[in-house]
């Protein structure tokens, strides 16, 4: 039949010429189409459709067709009704989520979850499986509206769950941005139970491809009660967290945003470095240390300097080495139309004169630094 004659077919029909038939109309494009129409006009109508295809929900839900009529009718249908939906549905919930079609009609289900019995239900079929929802390219689309839409309290079991399960959600490539939205809509009690775990865990996540971004995503907040003792895990390990892809990035960032003191012992970390020359020569940590040159506190800065200068003749050529070459080169030794920015100051333990810019930074002129 042509798509024309199939509209042709509900053109003027009524509701009661259909009655007994409606779970066949519902998993039919144009019948489901004429089925959501009917659920617009008086209520007399939604009870006629709930009572008919109510058993059929599971099924329904899952339907290519079928599922939008289904968010319609949850929509439009009362509380008694609803909760009833709600009952049929509960043993099958995971298999309901997992589904492509099934996950929207699960979602527009919490969206319009209206009684403490309704959530309760819920709540009760998520529970064992928030998890594997979670790791699930449909399924974690569930657990985010309920993250969006249900208050503090009835996402808690949310917040235990990944709170036990830290690193294996963290780790995972749909787990790690549920995460970040668990962050999102946090109370202070639940980030603070949730930065916890995940600082307890820091090593193993800033390694990974995706647990990197959660412990980023923490340092983003700004907020040194949070981030503090995050970033103060890494101070030890501070050389081999740099030369590792993901790692590396983390540290960077924690060089730019962390505590006066913390950033210290970072940088530390790395001027104490007995090897700097793999440091400088390896892909992933010279951007650390380029990032320490940018950020560090003058002393600091000049004890930096004074480790890379006796390596610059032999990294100058090498593809990483040029930055920090250029990098040193360039703040050490200003041009003549800079000049009238910079003014003298007392000399280094080596008494070689030393000048600071606007910004405070302290810049050396000793000539052996740029080899």
């Not at 980023?216 to 949070?226: E, G, M, P, R």
């Not at 060089?255 to 090897?275: C, F, H, M, Y």
């Not at 320490?292 to 890379?308: G, N, P, S, T």
């Amino acid at each position: 039949m042509s798509n024309s004659n199939a509209n042709n077919r509900f053109a003027g029909a009524k509701l009661e010429d259909y009655k007994g038939k409606l779970y066949e109309l519902c998993k039919d494009q144009n019948g489901c189409r004429f089925l959501q129409k009917k659920l617009e006009e008086p209520s007399a109508n939604v009870t006629t459709i709930c009572e008919e295809i109510h058993i059929h929900f599971v099924e329904l839900m899952t339907d290519p067709f079928g599922n939008y009529l289904c968010q319609k009718l949850l929509e439009r249908c009362d509380d008694p009704q609803r909760t009833v939906i709600v009952d049929i549905i509960a043993p099958e919930f995971l298999k309901i989520c997992l589904n492509m079609h099934g996950t929207r009609a699960v979602q527009k289900l919490i969206e319009f979850l209206s009684t403490k019995r309704q959530i309760q239900a819920v709540i009760a079929a998520l529970h064992p499986s928030v998890v594997a929802l979670i790791k699930d390219l449909n399924g974690n689309h569930v657990i985010q509206k309920c993250l969006h839409k249900l208050s503090a309290e009835h996402n808690q079991f949310i917040y235990d769950t990944v709170s036990e399960h830290c690193i294996e959600v963290a780790t995972h490539r749909h787990g790690c941005c549920v995460l970040q939205r668990c962050i999102d809509h946090a109370t202070e009690q639940q980030k603070t139970q949730l930065v916890k775990v995940i600082t307890e865990h820091a090593l193993p996540l800033v390694q990974d491809p995706f647990g990197n971004y959660v412990v980023q995503y923490v340092l983003d907040l700004n907020d040194a009660k949070y981030s503090d003792g995050l970033v103060r895990r890494f101070i030890e390990p501070v050389r081999e967290l740099s030369v590792q892809k993901f790692s590396s990035n983390v540290i960077e960032k924690c060089i730019r945003v962390s505590e006066p003191d913390t950033k210290r012992l970072l940088i530390a970390g790395l001027t104490n470095q007995p090897n700097m020359e793999k440091l400088l020569r390896d892909s992933f940590a010279n951007y650390v240390i380029q990032t320490c040159l940018d950020y560090a506190e003058q002393d600091q800065r000049i004890k930096l300097i004074d480790c890379i200068r006796p390596l610059l003749p032999c990294i100058r050529n090498t593809p990483y080495g040029k930055r920090i070459y250029s990098k040193i080169q360039r703040d050490s030794h200003p041009t003549n139309n800079n000049r009238s920015k910079y003014t003298t100051t007392p000399t280094n333990n080596n008494n070689t004169p030393l000048y600071f810019n606007q910004t405070g930074k302290f810049l050396s002129n000793d000539d052996s630094i740029y080899l």
